[in-house]
């Protein structure tokens, strides 16, 4: 049977490498994944960037009214079936919930929203 503090000393060094390598290794994939235009299929770059924004918390309050509730329209109008005015809407409020948001990586020229 596995000592106590070994266990605890496993963990904590586990923890520190996952942060230290890990984390910024799959923020760099992530990335890569989004901005590949030639070869990540468009599906890959969106639940990359779908990934990206659950970590950072971005997003969560587009489409939520001052209440906070989120819109009927949103709630009941799945996004293959909008106009392409309400994606445009939908994209407006996420580019104001993103300018609006803390960056914890600077943006590199080829990461520009068109």
Known sequence: MAKPH???AIRTETHARIYSEGVPLAI???????VDKENAPASARV???K??????GVGRDVGRDVKGDLSD???SKPLHERTTE??????DKARI???NTPRL??????????
């Open 86 to 91: 309400e994606l445009q809407e939908v994209v």
């Open 6 to 8: 070994i266990v605890a």
């Open 105 to 114: 990586i600077a943006p590199t020229p080829d990461d520009e929203i068109h």
């Open 28 to 34: 760099k994939t992530l990335r890569e994944v989004m």
């Open 47 to 49: 639940t990359a960037a």
């Open 97 to 99: 919930t993103l300018a």
């Open 73 to 75: 329209d949103l709630r």
């Open 51 to 56: 990934a990206v924004f659950d970590i950072a």
